[in-house]
Structure formats: structure tokens, C-alpha cells
């Protein structure tokens, strides 16, 4: 198997409130994320996701245990501007991530940040707006944009940096159906370009998305696996609080009545194929 990409070694970390109260949120959480990755990361409000995503690129470091990027350990302060170089983070609100008032410099923002030459720029925005299909867009005001589009001007933001991994911690929830399925067409687009996803959400149709679905409760792995997989434990997701996508939820169904129907099934797609293939079977015209 690759070297992994991060290296997330027995954390655990805990909130101090006003330098007397802990709040404990994660527990010993150890699990590796390999290059090329699309994890989804659920767990119902509260079970510590945003803490745990929040460790990916620095924002916060671990009481005890380490995350590595690529190698470098998060708590060096001096590696920091690397590691965030190679993690971007797209948060919920597109909102808050908007920064200039036209959606280049918005891109551009970042990069000189890190003091990215002048003549290297309008490269890395142009490649970065195509990536998102916003390059029609690049003299207009953000604010007019709408949430999907505001939220594919953070992710191209992100991508002018050149970076290894993007995390997205709910960054759909906040869109309409059209919005996130633009933002997870990008995000399939990226992954398929090599890009190492991590995704926190709450719909359970963009889990069925990633490659590996990790679940976490107070603060703990309880699951890791293929969507498929997980899918598979509703029982257990159930006293979670999860759900599962509804194309699972009817193939089940249908399969209690018709056990020759398959009862795995996560998209949406794959129960019309299943429809197909059983009413061919049948010698049932399926339309
Ligand atoms: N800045 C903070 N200070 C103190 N406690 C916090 C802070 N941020 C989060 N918490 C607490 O830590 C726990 C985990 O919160 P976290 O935001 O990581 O959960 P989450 O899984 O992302 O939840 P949600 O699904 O609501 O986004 C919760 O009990 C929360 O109240
Ligand atoms: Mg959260």
C-alpha cells in the first residue's frame, strides 16, 4: 500500500473553556488516509467531526498522539504554511469564505499570500476557475453569485494553491440540490484527478460518493469501511442516529418482498439497473 498521505496517530484532544472546564471531544483516533483517497467522515451533531477536521491542516493540534501531512508533524509551527499548502479546508458557510469583491482577486487572495509571483498567478487562477467551471465568471462580484457557485469560488481558491488534499466539512449544507450537486460533480472531478478528498456531511447520497466511509461517536471510530459496507450495518447506524441513502433504504424494502432483488444497493442508478436486470429475467418489458 502507498506511504500515507496523513498520518493520524492516536489523537486525543479536548476544549478548554475559559482555562478551567475540558470538554474531551476525541478520543485515541488512529487511522491513515492514503493519496488518492475519497473519505467521507460521518457522525451524528456533535460526535467531534469539525474538531477532527480542524486537526487535518493545524487549526487546532492534539492533547496527546500526532498528524502527520506528507510526513511533516502538525505541531512544528515552522510547517505549518507547508501543510496548509498541501490541505485546503472549504468550510460551510460560503459566505465567510468570500473575501475580495471580485471573484479573481478572491482567488488570487491566497496566493500572495504565500508570495506567489506575479507571472506564476494568472496561471494558477485560470487553471483553478476552469477547474470549477467558473472562469465565465471572473470579473464579477461574488455577492451576486449564487451559494454553489460562491462555494466553487472557495474550492478554486483552494485549488490556485496547488494542493494534495481538500477537506470539505459540511461544505453543501447550506446549498440547494442543484448547488451540491455542482460541488460534488467538482469534487468527483478532482478525485478523479488524483486529489485526496475528505468530506464531512450529513447526506448520506454524497457518502455513497466516497471510497471509504469512516464513522465516528463521541469522538471514536466505530466504523471504517466501503460505503457498501457500512450501508450494510442500518442497525447500528440506526442507534447512531444515521441514515442511510434512500436508495438502500427501497432496495432493502424491495428485497424483503422479492428476494431475488439485490439488497445492497446505494445509488440510485444501480436500483434501475437492478429493475433491468430482474424484469429481463422475467421476460417483463421494463420500459
Ligand atoms: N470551540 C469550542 N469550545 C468548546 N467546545 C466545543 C468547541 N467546538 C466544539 N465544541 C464541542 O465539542 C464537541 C464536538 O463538536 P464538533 O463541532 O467537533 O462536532 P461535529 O461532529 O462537527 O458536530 P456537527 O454535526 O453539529 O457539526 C461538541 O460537544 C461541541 O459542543
Ligand atoms: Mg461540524
Known sequence: MSKPFIKIDGIS???TINNQKTVPVLQ????????GEYVAIIGHNGSGKSTLSKHFNGILTPQLGDIFVDGLNTRDGGLL????QKVGMVFQHPDNQIVSTIVEDDVAFGLENIGVPASEM???IDFALEAVGMSAFRNRPPHHLSGGQKQRVAIAGILAMKPDCIVLDEATSMLDT????????????LNNDGMTIITV???????????RVIVIEKGQIVLDGAPREIFQQHELLHQLQLDVPVASQLARLIHKYDNEYEADLIH???IVQEVIRLSAKRGVYAG
Open 122 to 124: 494568472k496561471a494558477r
Open 28 to 35: 485515541n483516533v488512529t487511522f491513515d488516509v492514503h493519496p
Open 201 to 211: 456531511t450529513h447526506h448520506m447520497s454524497e457518502v455513497a460518493e466516497a471510497s
Open 13 to 15: 484532544f479536548e476544549y
Open 81 to 84: 504554511r507547508e501543510i496548509r
Open 268 to 270: 440510485n442508478n444501480e
Open 178 to 189: 442543484y448547488g451540491r450537486r455542482d460541488i460534488l460533480d467538482v469534487v468527483r472531478k
